[in-house]
């Protein structure tokens, strides 16, 4: 799991708050989903509570968020297949949702991981976090017996 001293190692001393905020989250699969959430999809930068927009101090948030991203992507890239299984089970259990058919069954649907991929990673990176959330995609619909998403209304 990645620790606050790993992630302060790859940052400049200023991103305590959200070393503190990243090291709740028990997952490299929720972290990336936690720094995906916060990148602005109209512009690409990152944004945090606090911050206002256009001000030096926000761009120096964004890019500080944007190398943590970087950061714990490439950790998640570097894992094994079987690595990231359990991380993303853990995950799952973690969101406390209930119901696992429906979010996987959701995830099949909306293909939500193809957004967590950082933009400055494409070519390989990319396609490798896709294929492996698939292949693990498709043992976790076998697992809660999901449907075909064509099969879903």
């Excluded at 109209?42 to 927009?53: A, F, I």
């Excluded at 968020?65 to 079987?82: N, V």
């Excluded at 193809?114 to 400055?120: E, F, M, R």
């Amino acid at each position: 799991m990645l620790s606050e001293r790993h992630i302060a190692t790859e940052t400049d001393g200023s991103d305590a708050l959200w070393i503190r905020d990243l090291s709740r989250i028990e997952t490299f699969y929720g972290r990336l989903v936690y720094l995906a959430g916060l990148r602005n999809s109209d512009n690409g930068r990152y944004e945090h509570y606090g911050c206002s927009p256009g001000t030096p101090t926000n761009l120096m948030v964004s890019r500080n968020l944007k190398r943590i991203h970087e950061t714990i992507f490439r950790d998640w890239i570097g894992l094994s297949l079987e690595r990231k299984k359990a991380d993303i089970e853990l995950y799952i259990v973690t969101l406390d949702q209930g119901d696992r058919r429906l979010l996987v069954d959701c995830w099949l649907r909306l293909e939500p991981y193809k957004n967590l991929v950082p933009a400055s990673f494409q070519g390989p990176e990319r396609q490798r976090h896709i294929s492996d959330f698939e292949a693990i995609l498709g043992l976790l619909k076998n697992l809660y017996g999901v449907a075909s998403p064509d099969q879903v209304a």
